[in-house]
């Protein structure tokens, strides 16, 4: 699934913003919440790794399309308002670490410059043919 609608601004190896349209028909909004419809805040972190991910595939040198990121870890992450249908959320991501096969980054999702979420997250970066199935 994609969490991430449009790249707004990217630095080559720094930062990247990106967008999100919350849409009423999305497919988990029946259950989250019955009559109250708020975006689960795990997949507000994922739209700060998806941003993250983007980030990190257009600085690195290297344009194999084998690569992937998986997500490593997630610390200190807070939710401060809830995310609801209508909304647009601003993604802005930078990068604090990036050497070899570890990224480490800080995230903010914003709607209208209010803070929804802060994260700082990790990313490891790996093949498809080197994965164990």
């Given at each position: 699934?994609?969490?991430?609608?449009?790249?707004?601004?990217?630095?080559?190896?720094?930062?990247?913003?990106?967008?999100?349209?919350?849409?009423?028909?999305?497919?988990?909004?029946?259950?989250?919440?019955?009559?109250f419809?708020?975006?689960?805040?795990?997949?507000?972190?994922?739209?700060?790794?998806?941003?993250?991910?983007?980030?990190?595939?257009?600085?690195?040198?290297?344009?194999?399309?084998?690569?992937?990121?998986?997500l490593?870890s997630?610390?200190?992450t807070?939710?401060?308002?809830?995310l609801f249908?209508?909304?647009?959320?601003?993604?802005?991501?930078?990068?604090?670490?990036?050497?070899?096969?570890?990224?480490?980054?800080?995230?903010?999702?914003?709607?209208?410059?209010?803070?929804?979420?802060?994260?700082?997250?990790?990313?490891?970066?790996?093949?498809?043919?080197?994965?164990?199935?």
């Amino acid at each position: 699934f994609l969490l991430v609608d449009k790249i707004i601004d990217i630095k080559k190896g720094n930062s990247i913003i990106a967008i999100k349209s919350v849409s009423g028909n999305e497919p988990f909004f029946p259950g989250h919440f019955p009559g109250f419809p708020i975006f689960p805040g795990v997949l507000i972190v994922e739209a700060m790794a998806q941003a993250a991910s983007c980030l990190a595939k257009i600085s690195m040198s290297s344009n194999d399309k084998n690569t992937l990121f998986y997500l490593a870890s997630i610390d200190k992450t807070k939710f401060k308002k809830p995310l609801f249908p209508g909304n647009l959320l601003t993604i802005y991501v930078e990068k604090k670490i990036g050497r070899s096969s570890l990224w480490k980054f800080v995230g903010q999702a914003k709607v209208n410059d209010e803070l929804i979420c802060v994260s700082e997250f990790s990313a490891m970066i790996g093949l498809k043919d080197g994965i164990n199935k």
